[in-house]
């Protein structure tokens, strides 16, 4: 596609609930990337993917936090037993080997606990 | 403990005039540095960076300045324009690192007015 898609774009669940937020990188795109945004902060790294490999998971908050892409495109972020606190936006990028460093940022998806 | 910080919340300015975005870092193994726009209900677009090896980057009415010695850098917009009203994210990276994760900094709104 021409630019990284989220779904869904917003999602509501009740505390316990589980939940699974989807990417789908730019086409070709090695290395993916999780990022959390709490409200009025900037985002934070939560784990990153280069192909199907999960080689940096050091920002999941919790054990309740997993994610995957096992085909190496498509990654899923899962959040289990979600909690109020797990409330915020979910931004996912991707980025190229070639060219520099940038990554290109999906819209997101906001995610409420209530 | 941030780590990159960006002091001003907000910024007002006149349409024509300089736009000063300013961003503080305090981790000296940080190389790579960017700027991010973010629109509301969308996520961050990248906008320009610089590499520590450098102390000024260009594009167009955007340019950024690195001062290494002060961990410091600074997004300046010549001309501001109603469209450049937006937040504004820097992040730092450490190219080194192998995952090339960003730390964000907690945006600073801007408004351009007409």
Known sequence: GAGVSQSPRYKVAKRGQDVALRCDPISGHVSLFWYQQALGQGPEFLTYFQNEAQLD??????????????????STLKIQRTQQEDSAVYLCASRSLQGGYEQFFGPGTRLTVL | DQQVKQNSPSLSVQEGRISILNCDYTN????????????????????????????????GRFTVFLNKSAKHLSLHIVPSQPGDSAVYFCAASRTTSGTYKY????????????
């Open chain 1, 57 to 74: 998971k050091s920002g999941l908050p919790s054990d309740r936090f997993f994610a995957e892409r096992p085909e190496g495109s498509v």
């Open chain 2, 28 to 59: 000296s193994m940080f190389d790579y540095f960017l700027w991010y726009k973010k629109y509301p209900a969308e996520g961050p677009t990248f906008l320009i960076s610089i590499s520590s090896i450098k102390d000024k980057n260009e594009d």
């Open chain 2, 103 to 114: 730390i964000f900094g907690t945006g600073t709104r801007l408004k351009v007015l007409a």
